[in-house]
């Protein structure tokens, strides 16, 4: 496996980062998921199939490109619409096509995958909310290369027994042309609503039976599986609907203006490797060194607790990349929380904060350890209070908002600026993977297993990793159920919980939400074994055996071996 290397480049950002984008337009083609003609249900077990099989959808994605219209009389327009990117379970269902000159047509047609050229897309130029932008799609295969064109995932019953599936059609030789009848007279405010029918994907012409056809695929060449799925793509998406006058509604994108900017601010470089997508960063929050500098501070300030005993930095020890080396955090007076201490870099990338997600935002989760009782059991007015008898404090405020008055508010906004900044990407696997040095045969031999899926039937063993660990930042930083038995007073998000990254991971021991592995060996091991199956393990895993993977104990050594070539030196050399 190759990667061209970029190095580290700067962002400055400051009010208005991004230019706004336009998600209105004369046409908006919207999608419906359905299961034989009925809206599909996500994490129902409860769609019957071919081969005796009844089945759920967890995961429902998919890349579109090239769509045009053909007029009356035969003749094609566009592409109208480069590339569009649906999720059923984001509910991003409809695209807008700006450019489409009025007239009457009588088919539409689009492409579901990319071409080899928008395949190998350098994604590290583009906003962040363009669909090809990995961060937000969560379809690019990140050090192998290019996207996937379409991702399946779910469970499935067969015989009493239930088990998980995963179908991931991609390759640019894969991609699949669509055309849909359609009859339409473009006004200005025209609507296209498309069904794409699931029971005819997996069923017509050519069914896809899990337990005798494969329960996985990734598109190799030769695959019987990817041949039935673009087989049966071409009858899967039907027309349901024109609407006059446009009844589909366009989200729109918010503008914010930056809270409490000061008149003199200098940005703060944001920097990162190359090979990362570019963030989502708030524009109402900039980075500018002022406030970096004061957020800074605030991190390792212990009058944020209510006797002064502890401060961010207690739990967050950048030495240990940001975590305390503890199974279970600790607040003051000894109050043994019940979760591990999550690290904080890349947080740029994230969406969701703690192993819950219960915070949406960055300066919404730095106040909740302030008045939770098992951390700093203070109230943001007593913190307030303590920082307003620091006159040093009041020049650091003024400095970094309009007006020198100490809010929470600010003091969230200050925080999250501070915590955006702390990146790592320079670790000996980034080195090696621009040509500077490189991996032992141990360690090379760990990044094959991580990359590889375990897929008998076209005779691959490897270890799976990569489905949520993948990609750059070695995290989906989504929520999954990966077969831990747990424990009743802490489920997480409905079972499952937050994908952490595995950069540093060899630093931020023990592992788990709950602490429960000492070293990196008992997490391999635990994903090479058998694991507590439930209705919620992620059906990347339960796809798996029953008794796990079986790796030999030298691919489990290789794996661990890889894992520490992730590590930052930045945060393992401190003097």
């Given amino acids: 496996m190759s990667l061209v290397s970029k190095a580290a480049i700067p962002f400055i950002l400051l009010a208005c980062f991004w230019p706004e984008q336009s998600l209105s337009g004369p046409i908006n083609i919207q999608f419906r998921h359905v299961i034989s003609g009925r809206p599909l249900l996500l994490d129902s077990l409860r769609y019957p199939k071919s081969g005796n099989e009844i089945f759920s959808v967890k995961r429902l994605s998919y890349l579109l490109s090239d769509v045009s219209f053909q007029r009356e009389e035969g003749t094609w327009i566009g592409p109208v619409a480069d590339v569009a990117w649906i999720d059923a379970g984001k509910r991003r269902v409809t695209f807008s096509v700006n450019d489409l000159p009025k007239g009457k047509y009588r088919s539409m047609r689009f492409v579901l995958g990319l071409d080899s050229k928008k395949n190998n897309f350098d994604f590290g130029s583009v ?14 295969w990140s050090w192998q290369g290019g996207y996937v064109f379409l991702a399946l995932e779910g469970h499935y019953r067969a015989s009493g027994k239930r088990r998980g599936y995963s179908l991931h059609f991609a390759r640019s030789a894969n991609r699949k042309f669509i055309n849909v009848p359609l009859k339409i007279d473009h006004g200005s405010a025209t609507g296209i609503v498309l069904d794409f029918d699931l029971t005819s994907l997996l069923s017509t012409p050519r069914p896809i039976i899990f337990s005798k056809d494969g329960e996985s695929t990734h598109s190799r060449k030769g695959d019987p599986v990817v041949d039935s799925i673009a087989k049966n793509l071409a009858g899967a998406f039907r027309l349901r609907d024109v609407i006059y006058p446009n009844q589909i509604n366009e989200p729109k994108l918010e503008k914010k203006e930056p809270l409490y900017f000061p008149d003199s601010a200098e940005p703060f470089p944001f920097k990162m490797a190359g090979t990362f997508p570019v963030p989502k960063l708030p524009t109402d929050n900039p980075l500018i060194k002022s406030r970096v500098r004061l957020g800074e501070k605030l991190f390792s300030d212990k009058r944020l607790s209510r006797d002064f005993s502890i401060a961010c930095s207690s739990c967050h020890q950048k030495d240990r990349a940001f975590t305390d080396g503890l199974s279970l955090s600790v607040g003051i007076e000894d109050r043994k929380g019940k979760r591990n201490s999550m690290p904080l870099f890349n947080l740029a990338w994230k969406e969701k904060f703690f192993w819950d997600g219960r915070s949406p935002s960055l300066r919404d989760q730095v106040l909740m350890p302030i008045s939770s009782h098992a951390e700093f059991d203070n109230s943001l007015e007593k913190a307030v209070t303590n920082l307003s008898r620091d006159s040093s404090y009041m020049t650091l405020f003024k400095e970094a908002f309009t007006g020198p008055d100490i809010t929470s508010e600010k003091i969230a906004l200050a925080l999250e600026n501070f915590l955006l900044t702390l990146t790592s990407y320079d670790s000996k696997f980034d080195r090696a993977m621009a040509g500077q040095i490189e991996l032992n045969d141990k360690e090379k031999r760990g990044f094959e297993l991580f990359m590889t899926e375990y897929e008998p039937r076209t005779g691959r063993f490897g270890a799976d990793c990569f489905h949520c660990h993948g990609g750059p930042l070695f995290s989906d930083h989504d929520f999954h159920n990966n077969g831990l038995k747990l424990k009743s007073e802490d489920s997480g998000m409905k079972g499952l919980f937050s994908t952490p990254s595995l950069r540093n991971v060899e630093l931020t021991a023990p592992y788990m939400h709950d602490g429960r592995f000492t070293t990196l060996e008992e ?51 401190l003097p």
């Fill in 127 to 140: 906003h962040p909310d363009h669909p090809l932008n990995p961060s937000l799609n969560k379809l690019h």
């Fill in 523 to 573: 997490v391999v091991s635990h994903y090479n074994s058998a694991m507590h199956r439930t209705d919620l393990l992620d059906p990347n895993l339960a796809k798996h055996p029953a008794l796990g993977l079986r790796l030999a104990k030298s691919d489990e050594q290789a794996i661990v071996a890889f894992l520490k070539t992730l590590t930052d030196p930045k945060y393992k050399d």
